[in-house]
């Protein structure tokens, strides 16, 4: 599991998170919201490891493998099945050694052979046609060069690549913003089937309804959890701070009522005993 204790997270001046403590199960599929600057995308910094927490400690599981979609493309002549297969770095690590590696060193080749097959090395074509498939692409472009698309289906490639990926943490920083209907709906029954631990950021509530079972809400430098999808998390929280509310206004109504009476009776010998008290 991802467990934060004490987190304290700032950027410059401003504190994101203060002290704070938060738990994500495996398999869990994640929500993370809260308003502009709040905090979300500087999270997903600290999960990758890119950036220090400034107190606290946030615990990955060493064994855990994180995928991410990648914000800028600089292998713009690749085929695009090519592209997305690169998402697999230990597929490629693999055949890559198994390609340089001399037809003598027979012992060393059926290693890297046993391991290819453990990788699905095989099927590897096949599985990124079908993650290219479902976000659009036909299949006569599969084996187009990544600078023939235009930026928005360039990072749908970026997507497939990630989703390629092997991987127990899947983080996405606003996953459809370049989606049609189509591939937002198959990119819902893809991460529904996904094994592993899923934590999204969106602005489309419907997309983060429909895919999210927690929801962390960043509230006054807090992670606030919350069991179930967006309108969920809308319905807990207002409950949240209706309860708030009638807690302050009693509070407010009973420090009404002792200020009352420590004004009349303060400088009443009898009664400044209890005055003080109270």
Same mark, same amino acid.
């Given at each position: 599991? #991802?467990?934060?204790?004490?987190?304290? !997270?700032?950027?410059?001046?401003?504190?994101?998170?203060?002290?704070?403590?938060?738990?994500?199960? =495996?398999?869990?599929?994640?929500? #993370?919201?809260?308003?502009?600057?709040?905090?979300?995308?500087?999270?997903?910094?600290?999960?990758?490891?890119?950036?220090?927490?400034?107190?606290? &400690?946030?615990?990955?599981?060493? $064994?855990?493998? /994180?995928? $991410? *979609?990648?914000?800028? /493309?600089?292998?713009?002549?690749?085929?695009?099945?090519?592209?997305? @297969?690169?998402?697999?770095?230990?597929?490629?690590?693999?055949?890559?050694?198994?390609? +340089?590696?001399?037809?003598?060193?027979?012992?060393? @080749?059926?290693? !890297?052979?046993? +391991?290819?097959?453990?990788?699905?090395?095989? $099927?590897? =074509? &096949?599985?990124?046609?079908?993650?290219?498939?479902?976000?659009?692409? +036909?299949?006569?472009?599969?084996?187009?060069?990544?600078?023939?698309?235009?930026?928005?289906?360039?990072?749908?490639?970026?997507?497939?690549?990630? %989703?390629?990926?092997?991987?127990?943490?899947?983080?996405?920083?606003? =996953?459809?913003?370049?989606?049609?209907?189509?591939?937002?709906?198959?990119?819902?029954?893809? !991460?529904?089937?996904?094994?592993?631990?899923?934590?999204?950021?969106?602005?489309?509530?419907?997309? %983060?309804?429909? *895919?999210?079972?927690?929801?962390?809400?960043?509230?006054?430098?807090?992670? *606030?959890?919350?069991?179930?999808?967006?309108?969920?998390?809308?319905?807990?929280?207002?409950?949240?701070?209706?309860?708030?509310?009638?807690?302050?206004?009693?509070?407010?109504?009973?420090?009404?009522?002792?200020?009352?009476?420590?004004?009349?009776?303060?400088?009443?010998?009898?009664?400044?005993?209890?005055?003080?008290?109270?």
């Amino acid at each position: 599991m #991802i467990r934060a204790t004490g987190l304290t !997270l700032r950027r410059g001046t401003k504190v994101l998170l203060d002290d704070t403590d938060f738990v994500v199960n =495996p398999g869990e599929r994640v929500g #993370i919201v809260g308003k502009n600057g709040a905090g979300k995308s500087t999270l997903f910094a600290l999960l990758q490891g890119r950036l220090d927490a400034d107190a606290g &400690s946030l615990l990955i599981p060493a $064994s855990w493998r /994180i995928a $991410s *979609v990648e914000q800028e /493309i600089s292998d713009n002549d690749m085929p695009a099945r090519e592209f997305v @297969i690169d998402g697999d770095t230990h597929l490629r690590a693999l055949q890559a050694e198994r390609a +340089a590696t001399p037809d003598g060193n027979g012992h060393r @080749i059926a290693e !890297l052979e046993s +391991a290819l097959v453990e990788a699905d090395a095989w $099927s590897a =074509p &096949s599985r990124a046609e079908q993650l290219l498939a479902g976000l659009g692409f +036909a299949p006569d472009e599969w084996m187009n060069p990544v600078r023939s698309f235009s930026g928005g289906w360039q990072m749908r490639l970026a997507l497939a690549r990630a %989703l390629m990926a092997p991987s127990e943490l899947l983080l996405l920083d606003e =996953p459809t913003n370049h989606l049609d209907l189509d591939a937002m709906l198959w990119l819902e029954r893809w !991460l529904a089937a996904y094994q592993g631990t899923v934590m999204l950021i969106s602005h489309d509530t419907e997309f %983060l309804d429909a *895919v999210a079972k927690i929801i962390l809400h960043f509230d006054q430098a807090k992670l *606030v959890r919350y069991r179930g999808g967006y309108e969920d998390f809308l319905s807990q929280r207002a409950e949240r701070l209706r309860q708030s509310r009638i807690a302050w206004d009693r509070q407010t109504r009973e420090a009404a009522r002792l200020q009352s009476f420590i004004d009349r009776f303060k400088a009443k010998a009898t009664k400044a005993r209890q005055a003080q008290s109270r």
